[in-house]
T-cell receptor
Framework: GNSVTQMEGPVTLSEEAFLTINCTYTATGYPSLFWYVQYPGEGLQLLLKATKADDKGSNKGFEATYRKETTSFHLEKGSVQVSDSAVYFC????????????FGSGTQLTVLP | NAGVTQTPKFQVLKTGQSMTLQCAQDMNHEYMSWYRQDPGMGLRLIHYSVGAGITDQGEVPNGYNVSRSTTEDFPLRLLSAAPSQTSVYFCATIGGGSSYGYTFGSGTRLTVV
């Protein structure tokens, strides 16, 4: 079955530091890949996505590239801000009518001023 | 633009009680789903629906019931609450086409004592 393995947290960085959160997956076929962000007390929001190999998703300074050869979708940001403090989830959606999402366990990011 | 509305936001139940978590969407999306979020486990799919009158089980369906009589509403019923059902519950919808963009509600935090 499908699975997503995410870098263990929590991660604490200083403002303007470089961020990488690793994500690898196991899936049959050609899944779509996502990063979701959850701010305290809120639901999940789509941060970025990629639907085929070598696609790069980007949003709000965050980037992730769909690497089929390494089955990875690592999240990066060049300079984090305090407002980026949140929980980040990597997820995949397999092809087919169900379009169910399979989530990683989440990574808590705290950015200190 | 309400999107996905979940009620209540918080609930405390005694073991054995039943209750219904409400989810309503105003985006005319066919696909709706319920997830539970537990620490260190990401989100896990409980039940989903691909349209009015059609529901199916996800990864963790035991102890939960759903129905879908309209496109807008997708309630989740706890038949006899157990402490293991203490969790945060999220309802999500997905639009049509190839974007696979999920929209999540803000969640219901349920505690079973």
């Amino acid at each position: 079955g499908n699975s997503v393995t995410q870098m263990e947290g929590p991660v604490t960085l200083s403002e303007e530091a470089f961020l990488t959160i690793n994500c690898t997956y196991t899936a049959t076929g050609y899944p779509s890949l996502f990063w979701y962000v959850q701010y305290p007390g809120e639901g999940l929001q789509l941060l970025l996505k990629a639907t085929k190999a070598d696609d790069k998703g980007s949003n709000k300074g965050f980037e992730a590239t769909y690497r089929k050869e390494t089955t990875s979708f690592h999240l990066e940001k060049g300079s984090v801000q305090v407002s980026d403090s949140a929980v980040y989830f990597c997820a995949l959606s397999s092809s087919g009518s169900a379009r169910q999402l399979t989530f990683g366990s989440g990574t808590q990011l705290t950015v200190l001023p | 633009n309400a999107g996905v509305t979940q009620t209540p936001k918080f609930q405390v139940l005694k073991t054995g009680q039943s209750m219904t978590l409400q989810c309503a969407q105003d985006m005319n999306h066919e696909y709706m789903s319920w997830y539970r979020q537990d620490p260190g486990m990401g989100l896990r799919l409980i039940h989903y629906s691909v349209g009015a009158g059609i529901t199916d089980q996800g990864e963790v369906p035991n102890g939960y019931n759903v129905s879908r009589s309209t496109t807008e509403d997708f309630p989740l019923r706890l038949l006899s609450a157990a402490p293991s059902q203490t969790s945060v519950y999220f309802c999500a919808t997905i639009g049509g086409g190839s974007s696979y963009g999920y929209t999540f509600g803000s969640g219901t935090r349920l505690t079973v004592v």
